[in-house]
C-alpha cells in the first residue's frame, strides 16, 4: 500500500459489482479488518467457506489465502474495511493474531455494533479524505477500534472450543510476547512447551502459514518498527534491546524483510506522522 492506512465501504452496489467479477482467493501483504453492518458476507480463509450474517468482524492477517464475497441480504450491504501496516499498530497486532488464530470470524451483537465501533471507523475514514491526513490522529483511532474488537473478542471467548494445536500455539504466543527481546533458539520455546522443534515448527505452520523463526523475526521487526516510530532511540539501539548482537545483522534483515533501511523506515513513518 502506498499509504499505511487505507478504509473503503461496501454498499449495495459495491457487492453486486464484486459478485459479478472475477474474485479468485488470493493473499496480501497488509492486515485487514471487516465490520459488517447490513447484508452478508462469504468468506473463504483457511481453505474454509463460512457464510456470516451482519452483524459482525472478521480479522485478515497478512499472508492468509482468503476471498471476501459480500452478498445484498433484505436489499442491504454495508461493509467498512479497513487495511493497514503491521507497523501501524505496531504494539497490538500480534494480540490480533493471538485473538483470532483459530477463527476469523466474529458474530457481534448488534447493540454493540451500532456503537463506537463504526463512528470510529467513520472518523478515521474521514481523516483520510482530508488533504493533509494526520496519520497519528489515526493510528489512535485505529488502536482504539482495535483494542474494542479485543474486547469484544474475549468477551466470546468461553464459547470457543480450542482444539490442542490452537492451545499450543496460544500458549506459544504467550511465551514469545514475554521473550522476543532475548537471543534465543526455537528449541527454546518447544522445550517451553514440551513439545519437539518439528512439531511446534508444523503447528505454526498450518495456523498461520509461517516457521517457527520466521514469527519470532516477524515480532522482533514488529517491534522495531514501533521503536523507530515512537521513540528516539538511535539504531543500535534498537537492534541490541530486540537481541541482535550486531546492528549491521539487523540492518540487513531488517531491509531483506521490510525493503528499506532501519533509517529510511523511520524517515518515512515520521513524515507521514507529522504531515
Avoid at 480479522?59 to 454495508?78: A, L, N, Y
Avoid at 483520510?128 to 494526520?134: A, E, F, W
Avoid at 498450518?206 to 514501533?226: M, P
Amino acid at each position: 500500500m502506498d499509504q499505511p492506512v487505507k478504509i473503503f465501504r461496501f454498499d449495495v452496489e459495491e457487492a453486486k459489482k464484486v459478485a459479478s467479477s472475477t474474485n479468485e482467493p488470493h493473499i496480501h501483504d497488509f492486515e485487514e479488518i471487516l465490520i459488517g453492518m447490513e447484508g452478508s458476507i462469504e468468506h473463504f480463509i483457511d481453505f474454509e467457506t463460512t457464510t456470516v450474517d451482519a452483524p459482525y468482524v472478521c480479522f485478515v492477517s497478512k499472508g492468509k489465502v482468503h476471498r471476501v464475497k459480500p452478498i445484498v441480504k433484505d436489499g442491504k450491504c454495508d461493509v467498512w474495511v479497513i487495511r493497514f501496516g503491521s507497523e501501524f499498530a505496531a504494539e497490538i497486532i500480534f494480540q490480533l493474531y493471538a485473538a483470532f488464530h483459530n477463527t476469523a470470524n466474529i458474530f457481534w451483537p448488534v447493540e454493540r455494533l451500532t456503537g463506537r465501533l463504526p463512528v470510529l471507523t467513520e472518523m478515521m475514514y474521514n481523516e483520510l479524505r482530508q488533504s493533509h491526513p494526520d496519520f497519528s490522529v489515526i493510528r489512535h483511532l485505529l488502536n482504539a477500534v482495535i483494542s474494542i474488537v479485543l474486547s469484544e473478542k474475549q468477551k466470546q471467548q468461553p464459547t470457543d472450543i480450542s482444539s490442542n494445536q490452537n492451545e499450543t500455539f496460544t500458549n506459544f504466543l504467550a511465551i514469545l510476547e514475554e521473550n522476543f527481546r532475548r537471543p534465543l533458539s526455537v528449541g527454546y520455546y518447544a522445550e517451553k512447551l514440551f513439545m519437539s522443534t518439528r512439531n511446534l515448527n508444523l503447528i505454526c505452520q498450518n495456523i498461520l502459514q509461517q516457521s517457527v523463526s520466521e514469527i519470532i523475526e516477524t515480532r522482533k521487526l514488529t517491534e522495531a518498527k514501533n521503536l523507530l516510530t515512537s521513540t528516539d532511540k538511535t539504531i543500535a539501539e534498537i537492534a541490541y534491546e530486540l537481541g541482535y548482537n550486531e546492528n549491521s545483522y539487523f540492518s540487513n534483515v531488517f531491509k531483506k524483510k521490510s525493503g528499506q533501511t532501519p533509517g529510511e523506515f523511520r524517515d518515512e513513518m515520521r513524515s507521514l506522522l507529522t504531515s
